[in-house]
């Protein structure tokens, strides 16, 4: 808004004198300035190293949309109902993982004495780059990382090489430093994608989505550089809207460039101090960031307890305020619609009646739930077969079942209107892009039927059954699966540590690639494996890893019921398991 250039000179000279860190925003002045066009750094010829972390977008110089991060690479790993199944482990398997963590924390101080008396190389506990400020870590978290994490980081953020359609090229990586990081070896390998959240199967690079992506890039092109608040304001946006409305059942909605940021950045623009804000244990971390930006007072309820639920609303009615004991100006309650490390759906009518007889506000986010459940593909409130109305705040992305990008709030048009005036992400990010949009626009005509076809129904319909058919086989081979006959999101318990680097390694061997998952995306002693299915999943894929796993859950001891003879599960079909 001044139009002025930040004293960098000075900046970085303070910030080596007194040992901080520097963080440059250069959105504005990336491409626009100095005589390489590489910004205020090249401005002022400041040696870019001095900047700890360079932050960038490409909506303005560039024509594009997005942002970056840029700096040391060491430095950017910190910026880098009741038909469920939750069956109880065996007590063997609970003793088994106790003494494993014991195990395991024993070692790791008995290692981290020996490295710290010089009779152990410190190669893989050590950064061989350091940098002499604080540690960003607590000291759990360092003892973690040394003597877990670091050891199955090669399990993590792995690159592929293709669209994330039902196969996917796994970008082969190896290392040279303990983990330290990873060079590429130039093979990619092809294998069943088990783990992208493709639920519909519009991850494609062709048909009609895809043809109508590259048609808007013909007329609109990449970007708008502007705000909608400026001009960025695009035809194709109020009818994206108009249609999600309609789609939902609301008056009206607000699309976002960011999923992740719908919550984080919109929460704060309806909730502030006075207000409370009752959060499942389980919700997304965005909904957690959210709930914090806002100010507001924050509770948390177990997970699908409708009991602590009411508990937690009766409280809050009859005590207001700490301290002041004043009444709340509102009370919210945010739940998902499927909850992404659970696969449990939220018990929405029985949450619709808590919040009429309190007289509370609800805020579901159907992120996983949104087009891969319900007999329309409208999420969990279609499921339930709740009214629209009952529900004050819809939230969604369209980065799952919709192949794209992005997200939205709906709900009643005086809360848009108020979003659209008040959120930060309404009023300071660029607006979304014109083949994001289109993509989102040509799903919904499959999804809805108006492109004239049966290929919406045909897509939810089969995700369905490949849902039913992959669950049921995986209990009938003695695996402990989590979460909703119904939901895509399928976990199976893995329970040791060490198993998460294990049986990722021994699919992709096998030509499946998926997803473990361990502390702190869950509880240290609840590590697990998340199957997401697809509607492009054939039932030959399907039992292929149903072969694979087999064979790598009798490997690491991770069938804890009787098993069944395999042959009995692959020769059925999935529409066999699809329930009226």
């Known amino acids: 808004m001044e139009g002025s250039l930040s004293k960098l000179p000075e900046i970085v000279a303070l910030k ?4 901080a860190y520097l963080y440059v925003d250069e959105a504005h002045s990336i491409g626009a300035i100095g005589s390489h066009g590489r910004g205020v750094v090249d401005y002022w010829n400041v040696d870019p190293k001095d900047i700890d972390i360079h932050m960038g977008t490409f909506t303005k110089s560039f024509g594009s949309a997005g942002g970056y991060i840029a700096g040391k690479k060491n430095d950017l790993k910190k910026v880098n109902l009741e038909d469920e199944n939750f069956e109880e482990s065996p007590t063997w398997a609970i003793v088994i993982t106790i003494l494993s963590f014991t195990l395991h924390t024993a070692l790791g101080w008995f290692r981290d004495f020996l490295r710290y008396i010089g009779l152990e190389e410190k190669k893989t506990a050590i950064d ?27 399990v993590f953020n792995q690159p592929i090489a293709s669209i994330a359609g039902p196969i996917v090229n796994v970008m082969e990586r190896v290392t040279d430093d303990y983990n330290w990081t990873f060079r590429f070896t130039g093979r990619n390998i092809p294998a069943i994608n088990l783990g992208s959240y493709n639920y519909l199967g519009f991850a494609e690079n062709n048909g009609p989505c895809a043809e109508a992506a590259i048609r808007s890039i013909e007329q609109y092109g990449i970007t708008t550089c502007s705000t909608r608040h400026e001009l960025g304001n695009q035809q194709y946006m109020i009818t994206l809207e108009k249609m999600m409305a309609d789609y939902l059942g609301v008056e009206d909605c607000i699309t976002f460039g960011m999923s992740f940021a719908t919550n984080a950045l919109n929460i704060p623009a309806i909730m502030g101090k006075g207000d409370l804000i009752l959060s499942d244990k389980l919700n997304h971390v965005s909904i957690i960031l959210g709930s914090r930006l806002s100010g507001a007072h924050i509770r948390r309820f177990n997970h699908n307890d409708m009991q602590d639920l009411e508990y937690q609303l009766r409280d809050a009615i009859v005590h207001g305020q700490p301290r002041r004991f004043r009444p709340w100006k509102r009370i919210l309650i945010i739940v998902e619609g499927i909850y992404s490390m659970e696969g449990s759906l939220c018990k929405l009518p029985e949450i619709v009646a808590l919040k009429k007889k309190y007289k509370a506000y609800l805020y579901v986010d159907e992120a996983h739930s949104i087009g891969a459940i319900g007999s329309h593909g409208r999420g969990v409130v279609d499921y339930c077969n709740v009214d629209p109305k009952d529900i004050d705040i819809h939230m969604g992305t369209f980065t799952k079942s919709f192949g794209s990008a992005g997200g939205y709030i709906a709900g009643k048009k005086s809360l848009i209107d108020y979003i659209r005036v008040h959120s930060h992400s309404a009023c300071y990010s660029s607006s979304m ?34 849902v039913h058919y992959f669950r049921r086989q995986l209990i009938d081979m003695g695996f402990v699966v989590y979460g909703n006959k119904d939901s895509a999101v399928v ?27 361990g502390f702190p995306a869950t509880k240290i002693n609840e590590p697990r494996i998340r199957f997401c299915l697809s509607a492009s999943h054939t ?42």
Do not use: W
Not at 130 to 145: A, D, G
Not at 438 to 463: C, E
Not at 491 to 496: A, E
């Open 16 to 19: 080596k004198k007194y040992k």
């Open 128 to 154: 061989p780059n350091p940098k002499n400020f604080v540690p960003l870590y607590q000291s759990f978290e360092c003892f973690y990382t040394r003597n877990l994490y670091k050891r199955l980081r090669d």
């Open 433 to 466: 892009s014109a083949p994001i949009v289109y993509q989102i626009i040509s799903a919904l005509n499959i999804i809805t039927g108006r492109d004239g076809t049966d290929n919406g129904q045909k897509r939810i319909q089969q995700l369905a059954c490949n």
């Open 491 to 517: 976990p199976v318990m893995l329970f040791l540590p060490i198993r998460i680097a294990a049986v990722n390694r021994e699919m992709l061997k096998r030509g499946c690639a998926v997803v473990t998952v």
């Open 539 to 580: 039932k030959e894929m399907l039992d292929h890893t149903f072969r694979a796993f087999d064979e790598v859950g009798y490997m690491t001891g991770l069938q804890c019921s009787k098993r069944k003879p395999l042959h009995r599960l692959v020769d059925l079909n999935p529409e066999d398991y699809l329930e009226d």
